[in-house]
């Protein structure tokens, strides 16, 4: 762990709140301009927009699956805590099939997912993936 000043771990976490809190402020103001509706001008914006927060946000969730998968541990909490891997042989695409029920999850937003994650990384091993600072 990185030696910093007094307060400096709190500015840390702090400023990681402040982000995740801009995140929601955001979905909350473009779900609202969305229901206005100011014409197809304003609808092609908000797409936009959504659509580099969206990416933004799975980024932070591919990012936090990683430090998830470092766990050491064989299973995690849940079928998404940690990345899907790419390759998969015959014998696992039959078992994939099962599993899809569990591994989409589709009941979960990716940024209801992203905040699960941060909570279990902070919590658990009191690391945040925005400073990349382990705290002790």
């Known amino acids: 762990m990185r030696k910093s000043g007094i307060g400096h771990e709190a500015s840390l976490k702090r400023k990681a709140e402040e982000k995740l809190e801009s995140y929601r402020k955001k979905i909350h103001m473009k779900t609202k301009l969305k229901k ?7 609808s092609l914006l ?3 927009l959504w659509y580099l927060d969206e990416m933004k946000l799975e980024g932070d969730l591919r990012r936090s699956q990683r430090a998830c998968q470092l766990d050491n541990i064989q299973v995690p909490r849940e079928a998404w805590y940690w990345l899907r891997l790419e390759e998969e042989t015959e014998e696992d695409e039959e078992e994939k099939e099962q599993d899809e029920d569990e591994y989409k999850s589709e009941d979960l937003s990716v940024l209801e997912k992203l905040q699960i994650l941060t909570s279990y990384l902070r919590e658990e091993h009191l690391y945040c993936i925005w400073c990349g600072t382990a705290y002790e």
């Open 36 to 42: 206005t509706g100011f014409g197809f001008i304003s």
């Open 46 to 48: 908000w797409y936009v």
